[in-house]
């Protein structure tokens, strides 16, 4: 049995004081928290010009994607960003969930919960980040269609973009 805490994660701090793994579950909001970073990941960023809604960006191909409710078509559409990261400070690692919104998130456990042996298979305990494209229920946010957006990129094969 694996054992399970509860906790918040501080805007500005490290995502609790003991050594090993960790999943957190993120939404940026106006400030983005410092584990997904662009130091903490060498190839997808998060981006949010002044007047602009955020976007996740593959540094590698230069692909900005944004969430379809904050363009103006307005689909029910949302990107999700999985990644197993190093904590910031150094003991372990962090699986980060995250979505523009709401439905990005929910995605991204969709995903890991019926493709679980896949990521395991192409990653390992490797550090790595993808990105995952959601299409939801407005009414509910509850994902409909879910598959990556990006290739899982493993960390130890690529170099800062």
Known sequence: ????????????????????????????????????????????????????????????????????????????????????????DGNGSVLAIAGIHTAGSLGVVQLRASDLNTLWGQVGEHRFSTLVSVEYAPETDEPQTVELLTPLYRHDEETTA
């Open 1 to 88: 049995m694996v054992a399970r805490e509860q906790w918040r994660v501080r805007p500005r701090g490290v995502p609790g004081r003991r050594a090993g793994f960790y999943v957190i579950g993120v939404h940026p909001g106006r400030r983005l928290p410092p584990i997904l970073s662009r130091a903490q990941d060498p190839v997808l960023s998060w981006e949010h010009p002044e007047g602009e809604p955020w976007a996740l960006v593959d540094r590698r191909t230069g692909t900005a994607y944004r969430a379809g409710v904050d363009t103006d078509f307005g689909t029910p559409h949302d990107v999700g960003y999985l990644g197993r990261l190093p904590r910031p």
